[in-house]
């Protein structure tokens, strides 16, 4: 039976083995091993793909979104909207911040931050807007940045499933007020171990990044604030500085697998494939496609070899960890019906053409084709 992951983590080592072993050997030889030479190299390496002015390395994806809310001064009494169809990630940071997630629904089509929906959602205590790029598909900043604008908000994206993305023509991460990155494994530039960054053109919210980070201290042992140990460590940003080389290369085969689903696909009924409005260049974390039996199509693949995720099967809103806010079921349908409907296929860059080929002659078949 053929065995096709939905994600092989092994294979960029075993494509770089001697660039990492490098890396490795560099670090553990400098004797300097949290921040420092190598995380700079990486943070101005990284700002500069993205068009940014900062980079700021932290932890992990979740740090970046929360220490950015807090260097805004987004706290208690205050309110952040969210996506209500997002990895609960984004909640918690505003969470942990101590503010409330307000959830918006998505556009059904793009799965994303409805811009015609944000108005009615926002209120005196609303400070901020944080889209998703989920799937790695751009958000419609304009129309967001637009809205905020008007209402004095910060619009602050976040990017941990959009590596590359772009938006009209120009990568994410330097076209909000700051843009939360998470480097954790499986994402498209993923690390060997948690890992995240805030790129920002904000010269303030970048200092304050720096000091939250690392203990509220800027001079060693003098604390300005009560800050956080959030720091990206030396080896992991050696490791992203190779990644990061490589990263159009592999987001371009992404593209090549999804566009070929896309095209052999195309004429399944009943099964909604990726909508791509004509401003987006999606990265394609994720190929995800619709269909009221998911469960017997996901079963059907995992018989036949094949790896398949669901990304989410349940809502931030329905989740035990936010009871308090009392949604319930039916508040948000349209993400509820995404929740209940979307299938992640394999598109990791290191599978081939036969890999691919072999899933659409399944999926296909469950169908009733070929
Ligand atoms: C992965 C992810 C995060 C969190 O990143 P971590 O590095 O795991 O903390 C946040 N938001 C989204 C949309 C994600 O996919």
Sequence with gaps: MADIPFLDLRAPYKELQAEFDAAYRRV????WYILGEEVEAFEAEFAGYCGAKHCIGVGNGLEALHLTLRAAGIGPGDAVIVPANTYIATWLAVSYAGATPVPVEPVEATYNLDPARIEAAITPRTRAIMPVHLYGQPADLDAIAEIARRHGLYVFDDAAQAHGARYKGRRVGGLCDATGWSFYPGKNLGAFGDAGAVTTNDDELAERLRTLRNYGSKIKYYNEIKGFNSRLDSLQAAFLRVKLKRLDAWNERRKAIAHHYLESLRDVPDLILPDV??????C?????????ERDALQNYLKGQGIGTLIHYPVPPHLQEAYHELRFT?????????IHQEVLSLPVDPSLNGKHIQYVIEQVLKFYGFA
């Design 28 to 31: 553990m030889e400098s004797g």
């Design 277 to 282: 409005p004509q401003w987006a260049d999606p």
């Design 284 to 292: 394609w974390h994720l190929f995800v496609v619709r269909h009221p």
């Design 329 to 337: 079921e039916g508040t948000f349908p349209i993400t509820e019906v």
